[in-house]
């Protein structure tokens, strides 16, 4: 017992050759795989763990998948668990099969995607009245065709006609459209030289009256109707007719007169005559740098209707306002700083009136206005500077039809 007690005591050291915190059954598993791989044998596939099972797969889906490449014939595009995932949209949030909206929340699953459009491309808008120099142009290259069966000597006069220079020169003009032919013909009939319509020109009863008013009627091609038509698109009808209008008579105990000065818009112009006899005017006084009548704009933004109206033009209004002055006539002219409107004007002043009217930009001449006797303006919202000269021009007649009737 002795013995025992005074040897030295003895201490046993094991070599660790496991992972920590790994037991030793599963110590012994580890090395038991280890040895069975090194003898070439394997552990049947279902005693593998879970994620063996899964890598093994997706190696084998790999293999069995035809590839594909990027154009579309065999690539790798086509996974199978792609197959039902939708390509992703502008907007979509990563990773998720759900679009955004522009506020960052989710749009409703029943939504339409939205994407990204370019601005709609709007068609150019050209004028349907042809200007005077592409008149005059188109003239000048008709007159220069030396063929006498396709460009006679005849038409070559009436392309003139649409030149403010043929005009003068011929003293004629041209009306362009049904109802300015039907106005010409019916009213105007002894101005009226010949009618020219296009082939297969469908309006019959506008063709019987022509054929009941003994005008000669004439039948243009497609082409040769352009020409003479001062529109994008014609009619098909155009009358040929003789410069000619009456003048006003300033002798009458009640009148109404229009003084135009500069008015340089064809279409203002015919509105003017327009509105002179809806609403029985006396007559107009065009005065110098305002628009010929003739003009085929003017005639037929009047849609004709500029015969029945008398006139003068080309007038020096200097001369006019004193003439007019002598025979009785007040001369009002409309005025945005005028302080008055035609109305307050005493009754006695309004039995012999002539407005005067100014240019469209420039207005009346100042000139002019400081000859006038009185000068009136339109009451109208302070929102708006100024109206249209044919605007404000239907407005004053209108109430001067008004009070022209409370002094019969």
């Known amino acids: 017992m002795s013995e025992e007690i005074n040897q030295p005591k003895r201490t046993l050291k094991t070599a660790l050759d496991r992972k920590f915190g790994v037991s030793e059954v599963q110590d012994r598993e580890r090395r038991g ?3 069975d791989d090194s003898r070439g044998g394997r552990k049947p596939f279902r005693a593998r763990g879970e994620s063996e099972q899964r890598e093994d797969r997706r190696f084998r889906d790999r293999e069995d998948r035809p590839s594909r490449d990027r154009e579309g014939r065999e690539g790798r595009e086509d996974r199978p668990w792609n197959r039902d995932r939708r390509p992703r949209r502008f ?15 989710e749009a409703d699953r029943g939504a339409a995607p939205v994407y990204r459009q370019r601005p709609e491309q709007k068609e150019a808008v050209f004028d349907e009245n042809l200007d005077e120099k592409a008149l005059e142009a188109r003239s000048a290259q008709v007159e220069a065709i030396e063929d006498p069966v396709s460009n006679p000597p005849w ?17 004629h003009f041209l009306g362009e459209g049904v109802h300015v032919v039907d106005e010409l013909v019916s009213h105007h009939r002894e101005i009226v030289i010949a009618v020219y319509v296009v082939e297969g020109f469908s309006d019959e009863n506008l063709i019987e009256k022509i054929n009941e008013a003994e005008v000669n ?34 002798e009458q105990s009640r009148s109404v007169l229009t003084l135009v000065d500069a008015v340089q818009d064809p279409g203002n112009l015919g509105t003017l005559f327009r509105t002179s006899l809806g609403f029985g005017s006396n007559g107009m006084v065009l005065g110098r740098g305002t628009v010929n009548p003739f003009n085929p704009k003017v005639v037929r933004g009047s849609s004709g209707t500029f015969l029945r109206v008398p006139f003068e033009y080309d007038v020096d209004l200097v001369e006019q306002i004193n003439f007019l002055r002598s025979k009785g006539y007040t001369i009002i002219a409309s005025d945005l700083h005028a302080r008055q409107a035609l109305g307050d004007i005493p009754a006695r002043k309004l039995r012999k009136m002539a407005f005067l009217v100014g240019n469209e930009g420039a207005g009346t001449n100042q000139y002019l206005i400081e000859l006038a006797d009185e000068t009136v303006k339109i009451p109208m919202s302070s929102e708006l500077e100024s109206l249209n000269v044919a605007v404000a021009h239907g407005i004053l007649s209108y109430e001067a039809a008004k009070i022209q009737e409370e002094l019969k």
Do not use: W
């Open 217 to 250: 009627l004439h039948v243009l091609t497609e082409e040769q109707m352009k020409r003479l038509s001062s529109t994008v698109t014609t009619q098909g009808i155009i009358a040929h007719c003789r410069c000619a209008s009456n003048k006003p008579n300033y």
């Open 33 to 35: 795989r280890r040895d």
């Open 155 to 171: 038409f070559k006069k009436l392309i003139a006609l649409t030149t403010e220079k043929g005009r003068e020169r011929e003293g």
């Open 91 to 105: 907007g979509d949030r990563r990773g998720g099969d759900r679009p955004f909206n522009r506020r960052g929340k």
